[in-house]
């Protein structure tokens, strides 16, 4: 394997590219989806039938499908082109926004109605009573979810060599392409994964065990 | 006198730091009903279990009709197809009827063709007076229809003894009544039984002998007169006390 | 070629990703499901095999499995790995496999140990116990998450076409090189995905919970 070596500097770029995506995506992901889990459930109903439509594409069509259609389609509608990186930050963070809003609902149903009557019962408004007493709840359940959901957006972003982003997978193809050393350079590629997988759902447990409220839980 | 059915000697269950069951020994023989009871936690449901060997003992023995159920290379399952059990919390089986979950033993453990389970399942169920409702779901019904299936179910293959882990606690009151009448009836056809209740009038009326169990060992013996006139030890007086008057409140 | 043409000519590749999606699927089935229950009931030294099983196939990329099994595995093993056809059920179906064990350990979970002893209590030796008691009711208790695993396989199929298997996403992307028509094929593509997709995990979703609901097969 010490063919690998001389790779190092590829493979850590490509490793800091997969890095980049995985967390901007998870996280921008959050953000929205709170924001699409709360336009779903307060928004009315035409905002929740686009929600609905919203999630529907992003959750059922491959994300090979998303990134040729951000990258293809869309920039030649509007005649331009579009940065392949860029086009990654933004469909991964789309994509798991799609999947974390479901979360976020499902943590939101659990505390709601009760806790709502409590907050609005001492004169707060609905949009203070989601800021201060809902959310703060739902976003502490939802981390364990968004801990698988993490996982599965990094097993995902590998998809990004279709539009030629050199992240962990593509550079992996490059180097085990020149050597025919397929079996090796892409255990080296699993394993870094698998450890870079295994590091943040970890500071995610550790978090969640830190901040958790006793005796509120999702069973998954 | 009649063949000892069950017995266990010295028998002892250890869980990691607490002592569940120690240093029991007992005998049932054939036809006889003895009750025990005693304080929760005291490790009554545990000793049940290591009689049925639905888990292993720690030390001690377990004999069913003089055989050896703790020897190593027992076959547990033929053993466990002659000895009856009732659950507290009944644990019927949700995917099948009432009928299923009677049949089942007498299809696969028995190996009994079809119709002849059908039909021995079927009398099981009248003898618990729960054959209208054969083709229920556990769901869809009561709790105490659901354990009256569940009596059905552990005497359908006609088991040496049937052991009855609080067969009526997790029911309301109102419940309970069906289900010991359940009892009684099985009492007057002879039936053996090893019985965890705290119903106290029931007792009476169909024990042979009680047994007042505490902190995992048998604390006294005696016929119900006994108990219910003097026990001789300071625990059970002040159990029975408590038992009598929760009675009476009832 | 207009809309109606291109449709015509990507319906060609919907067999093979159906035939990839269900095959991996009952892969995963049949290797999933004796996996979760030796996880649960087998001997320490099956667990931790286990574990590192679905760790490995759940942790990295199908992307980089297929790769590694295609080109690496198939380097040493043309036959069977240089059959993409094989190596795409093959990848798709151990991970398939990895998901669905924990499908159906959280349903031995959730059914909880009394009922196996139930079963023992009657005589039925623990095979028979799992066949007749278990079993049934864990089929029943998973299909929701089945749901979601099929439709998970129908999208990740489309990774096999990177390996040559001529999917729905192959015809799509030949199309699009063909014509320069960069947006028609990705749009029928995503919509037939969607419809591959949503109908059947949404039916299994529902029949799942209800048959949970009217068992009770969710402990209180
Ligand atoms: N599987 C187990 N692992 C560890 N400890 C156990 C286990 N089962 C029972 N125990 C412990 O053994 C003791 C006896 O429990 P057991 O359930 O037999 O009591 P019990 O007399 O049946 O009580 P109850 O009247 O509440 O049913 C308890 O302290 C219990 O916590
Ligand atoms: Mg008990």
């Known amino acids: 394997m010490e063919f690998l070596l001389r790779y190092l500097w590829d493979i850590l770029q490509g490793f800091i590219v997969t890095v980049e995506v995985t967390l901007f995506g998870a996280f921008a992901g959050l953000a929205l989806g709170t924001l699409l889990a709360l336009g779903d459930l307060y928004g009315g109903r035409v905002v929740s039938i686009l929600i609905g439509a919203y999630t529907e594409f992003f959750r059922g069509s491959p994300i090979i499908v998303q990134l040729f259609f951000f990258y293809f389609s869309i920039p030649s509608l509007l005649e331009t082109t579009f940065d392949a990186f860029a086009v990654g930050l933004v469909v991964f963070a789309l994509n798991s926004a799609a999947y974390q809003k479901g979360y976020i609902k499902g943590a939101i149903a ?37 801990s698988n959901e993490f996982c599965s957006l990094t097993k995902s972003t590998a998809a990004l060599l279709v539009i030629g982003v050199k992240d962990l997978t593509s550079v992996g193809l490059r180097i085990s392409s020149w050597h025919f050393r397929y079996v090796e350079t892409f255990l080296v590629v699993a394993i870094i994964y698998l450890a870079w997988v295994t590091v943040v759902t970890k500071i995610a447990d550790e978090v969640y065990e830190r901040v958790k409220i006793p005796g509120i839980e999702i069973s998954a | 006198m009649t063949e000892i059915v069950m017995e266990c000697k010295n028998l002892w269950k250890i869980y990691k730091d607490i002592v569940a069951v120690r240093d029991v020994s007992l005998q049932i023989r054939e036809g006889e009903i003895k009750l025990i009871f005693g304080p929760s936690g005291s490790g009554k449901s545990t ?78 169920l009248e003898e618990v007076k729960m054959e209208k409702w054969a083709n229920y779901y556990p769901a869809q019904l009561s709790g105490g229809q659901q354990q009256r299936v569940g009596i059905a179910r552990a005497l359908a293959r006609n088991p040496d003894i049937i052991l009855l882990d609080e067969p009526t606690s997790a029911l309301d009151p109102e419940l309970t009544g069906e289900v010991i009448d359940t009892l009684r009836d099985l009492a007057k056809k002879g039936t053996t039984m090893l019985i965890v209740s705290h119903e106290m009038p029931f007792a009476q009326e169909v024990a042979d002998e009680m047994i007042f169990f505490d902190e995992g060992t048998i604390v006294e013996t005696g016929t119900p007169e006994h108990f219910f006139t003097n026990p001789s030890t300071e625990r059970a007086k002040k159990f029975m006390m408590r038992l009598i008057k929760r009675t009476r409140r009832e | 070629m207009d809309a109606l043409q291109q449709l015509a000519l990507i319906l060609n590749g919907v067999t093979s990703t159906i035939t990839v999606s269900i095959v991996s699927f009952f892969i995963g089935i049949f290797v999933g499901l004796p996996l979760s229950f030796l996880r649960v009931y087998g001997t320490k030294s099956a667990q931790i095999l286990i574990d ?57 979970r959730g059914i909880g140990d009394e009922q196996m002893m139930a079963a023992m209590s009657l005589g039925l030796s623990k095979v028979k116990s799992v066949l007749y008691v278990m079993l049934p009711q864990v089929i029943i208790y998973s299909t929701p998450g089945l749901g979601s695993e ?48 949503f109908p059947i995990a949404t039916f299994l979703d529902r029949w799942g919970s209800r048959k949970k609901k009217q068992l009770g097969l969710e402990r209180r």
């Open chain 1, 110 to 146: 659990v505390i709601s109605e009760d806790q709502m009557m409590a907050a609005l019962s001492l004169g707060l408004s609905k949009i203070k009573a989601i800021f201060y007493v809902i959310l703060p709840q739902a976003l502490r359940l939802v981390i364990p979810a968004w």
């Open chain 2, 47 to 124: 000793l049940l279990r290591c009689l049925a060997m639905l888990t292993t003992p720690t030390k001690g023995d377990v004999f069913l009709r003089g055989e050896c159920l703790t020897k190593p290379g027992v076959d547990l399952n033929k053993a466990r197809a002659r000895i009856g059990f009732v659950f507290q919390h009944i644990y019927l089986f949700h995917h099948l009827t009432a009928l299923g979950n009677v049949e089942l033993a007498l299809r696969h453990v028995l190996k009994l063709p079809k119709d002849e389970a059908r039909k021995r399942a079927m009398s099981a």
């Open chain 3, 150 to 197: 099929y439709a998970l396989l129908i999208k990740d199929s489309s990774y096999a076409y990177l390996i040559g298997v001529v999917d729905i996403m192959a015809y799509a992307v030949w199309i699009r090189k063909a014509t320069m028509d960069t947006f028609t094929p990705y749009v029928i593509s995503a919509f037939l995905y969607i419809l591959l997709t």
């Open chain 3, 52 to 108: 590192a099983f679905e760790k490995f196939f759940r942790g990295v990329p199908e992307l980089v499995l297929l790769l590694m099994f295609y080109f690496g595995v198939g380097l040493y093993f043309p036959f069977p790995f240089k059959n993409v056809f094989f190596t795409a059920n093959f990848v798709l179906g151990l991970r398939s496999a990895a998901n669905q064990s924990q499908i159906f350990r959280g349903a031995i």
